[in-house]
């Protein structure tokens, strides 16, 4: 990094939105500023076509949503609950990837965010009004989409007119005591060509699952791991303060939905310092491991996956997300 790109001195000008009804927690104000010079399409500057008032969370979780489902060329559905995706999918319509990924996560996702990366059509639209949503966030609508959503008046809709470049190059600004963290965006997915490290090779199916999960868990709140199953997430665990207990709470959550591991592919968003969550997908059947790769201790990790006859390849790129 050169210090050009982060100049000694940083303003932010910007133009207050509107007093939101409070922030995280109700004994907490809130508002929503806008920067004007930022053109990028997203839930700050999309056209609310119906329901309640946004909230604090509200904003950050779709936000959350629409950046992860951005990253996708195919119809992709990304259902977010409390900033971490608890389904995502690809099919071909949207309609078929929101109820794959629903598929992952029913408890989850009542009361959740849906995010598409093309048009809200109105077969998908019965479907959405099915169970309680907080928002829904697409590019665009078909009119009798919204007609139906209507019949769900508290739920907000949010048309954003186009989709973000999941590429693109760009800051992001986190205040702490005292100052502020800035950091170049994690705009890309993969940096190169990713690495076979096992004896064996990943088929064609499984290599299409392991990008699949790695793009997944690049949204995934550290320490992450992802399970995925012909282009839908089958498993996801978030958050942990140890990776293995990611990779637990993964299964258990899969177990729940009455979902099978068995041939599924695993991505964790940093390395494996042990064999303990490449042992726990051998464990669930699990044929594929996507990883960074960069412990000291790799060869464990590869040694483990060789004995469970598990396909591994690394990354050479990391995805913590705090």
Do not use: W
């Amino acid at each position: 990094m050169t210090e050009a790109e982060f100049p000694e001195e940083m303003q932010l000008n910007l133009k207050r939105a509107e007093v939101l009804r409070y922030g995280e927690n109700s004994h907490q104000g809130g508002a929503l500023y806008l920067n004007p010079g930022d053109k990028r399409p997203g839930v700050a500057s999309a056209r609310k076509v119906q329901g309640k008032e946004l909230s604090y969370n509200n904003l950050q979780d779709a936000d959350a949503a629409f950046e992860c489902v951005s990253e996708f060329d195919e119809p992709a559905c990304v259902i977010v609950k409390h900033m971490n995706p608890c389904g995502v999918a690809v099919g071909e319509s949207v309609h078929e990837a929101y109820l794959r990924a629903l598929a992952c996560d029913k408890v989850s996702a009542f009361g959740g965010i849906v995010a598409l990366n093309s048009k809200l059509t109105a077969v998908l639209a019965t479907e959405l009004v099915q169970i309680f949503l907080e928002v829904i966030i697409a590019p665009d609508a078909e009119e009798d989409a919204l007609v139906i959503l209507s019949a769900k008046p508290n739920v907000r809709v949010l048309l954003t007119g186009a989709m973000p470049d999941a590429e693109a190059k760009r800051k992001t600004v986190r205040s702490i005591a005292g100052g502020f963290l800035v950091q170049d965006a994690d705009s890309k997915v993969f940096d190169g060509e990713v690495a076979t490290v096992t004896k064996r090779a990943p088929t064609s199916s499984e290599l299409s699952d392991m990008m699949f999960a790695f793009t997944v868990v690049k949204h995934v709140k550290s320490n992450a791991i992802v399970y995925a199953k012909n282009g839908a997430t089958v498993g996801i665990g978030a958050g942990q303060m140890s990776r293995i207990y990611s990779a637990k709470i993964a299964a258990m959550k899969a177990e729940e939905a009455g979902i099978s591991l068995k041939g599924a592919s695993m991505a964790s968003d940093a390395f494996f310092p042990f064999p303990d969550c490449v042992e726990e997908a051998a464990r669930m059947g699990a044929t594929a491991i996507i990883q960074p790769g960069g412990s000291l201790k790799d060869k464990d990790s590869i040694d483990a996956a060789d004995k469970a006859g598990i396909a591994m390849v690394t990354t050479h790129i990391r995805h913590f997300r705090h």
